[in-house]
């Protein structure tokens, strides 16, 4: 489906991510895989190093910690906005909502909406979607969007598939209404026939975790993990983002009237920086438009790989200028969703570590 | 199409993959090559295997026919 919004802008961005980092050489012997095959591995799909929690750090933790550096640094004032949008696939809990944990451990206003979304790879669009959904509310002034993941915890260290490439964090991304009414175009599909590609399979009302569902078996390519870890058929995302992905940037085009010589930077989520090139390669991008260098710096962290891509590589130009962006998200559910809006100029885009 | 044999044995570091060969006898046969060859075809051939396919191709001739089939179709 096609969406359409204005007067609606991205104020600022805080990255936020763990201290603990690993290194894919050292985790290797982890893996059923001769050295010299993930070694190949590491060199095809671009893996490096990522960025991991270190104990049982949980979503609100990393979270507060960037919204009480904004605090103190006068980047958002505690009492100037309205809603907390919470999208994480790793709450807290699962009830009450990591959003309404955040509001009661910071001792946040009442006059507040908090909104807990179940979204992944796409989760940065979809958060957008809602938060410029709720400022057409006079008495919601300024939304938090907060994209949170410690999924790092969900995952086998000897899985191949999924432990190389997983990162933990968060991001913090302030969104309020602008003069400006140049258009916000954004094209939305989900499939949920293909909801088994990328799941966590025990650990709901339907498959409750116990002993049986963490007992460890390998699969046929010889990785571990068990019923309580993530699993990820990397081949079947690998086609879905190849098939999905480039009509839909194209169709996102037609609405919006632009081409892609139009686009200033194509910032995509970033699932490894295979997947980007092959991507960029079929729609006819040069890789300098769209970055793929998060994953080898810090793992892919869901929702909160694209305000990743913007910290890292485009920090400086962002507070100083307004560029034209096609964002994209793709993943669980499955889900893809696309964007084409001007980002910046922000008030602060910065990155801090936990 | 009699390319895409020796496209596979570049993938699989061999100097020839014939027709009869088992591909699972190959000792680089494993989850990256197999996504390589689905690059390869995607790019090659502007045809989209899943991993259960070539899996379920046994032999090269076996991936000669699926792709002959999937380019017909």
Known sequence: MNLIFSNRKISGILTVVPANERSFVDEMSNFNFPERRSLKLKEVMGYDKHRLVDGPVCVSDLTIFGLEYLFANRLLDRDEFDALIVVTQSPDYIMPATSSVIQGRLGLKQ?????????????????????????????????????????????????????????????????????????????????????????????????????????????????????????????????????????????????????????????????????????????????????????????????????????????????????????????????????????????FCEMITF | MENLLAKVAEILEVDEVKPEDVLDGFEEWDSLTVLSVIVMVDGDYRINLSAAEIRDCRTGQGLLDLVARKATK
């Open chain 1, 111 to 347: 006059d507040m909406f908090c909104l807990d979304i179940n979204q992944g790879c796409a989760g940065f669009l979809i958060g957008l979607m809602q938060g410029f959904l709720l400022l057409d509310q006079p008495s919601i002034q300024r939304v938090v969007l907060v994209n949170a993941d410690v999924l790092s915890r969900k995952v086998s260290t000897k899985d191949r598939n999924s432990y190389p490439l997983v990162g933990d964090g968060a991001s913090i991304t302030i969104l309020e209404r602008t003069d400006d009414a140049t258009p916000i175009y954004m094209n939305l599909k989900m499939d949920g026939t293909r909801r088994d590609v990328l799941r966590i399979p025990a650990g709901g009302m339907r498959l409750p975790s116990s002993p049986e569902t963490a007992v460890m078996a390998e699969d046929a390519d010889g990785n571990l993990r068990s019923l309580d870890n993530l699993v990820m058929d990397g081949s079947a995302v690998f086609n879905f983002v190849q098939v999905e992905v480039p009509p839909m940037i194209d169709d996102l085009l037609q609405t919006a009237g632009k081409k892609m010589d139009d686009v200033d930077m194509f910032l995509f989520h970033q699932p490894n920086r295979f997947m980007l090139e092959k991507l960029a390669d079929k729609m006819g991008v040069p890789y300098e438009k769209m970055p793929a260098n998060i994953v080898e710096h810090y793992g892919n962290s869901s929702g909160v790989t694209i305000p990743l891509a913007i910290a890292h590589n485009l920090r400086h130009r962002v507070v100083g200028e307004s560029i034209n962006a096609c964002l994209a998200g793709f993943g669980v559910g499955l889900t893809w969703a696309s964007m084409l809006m001007r980002i910046g100029p922000m008030r």
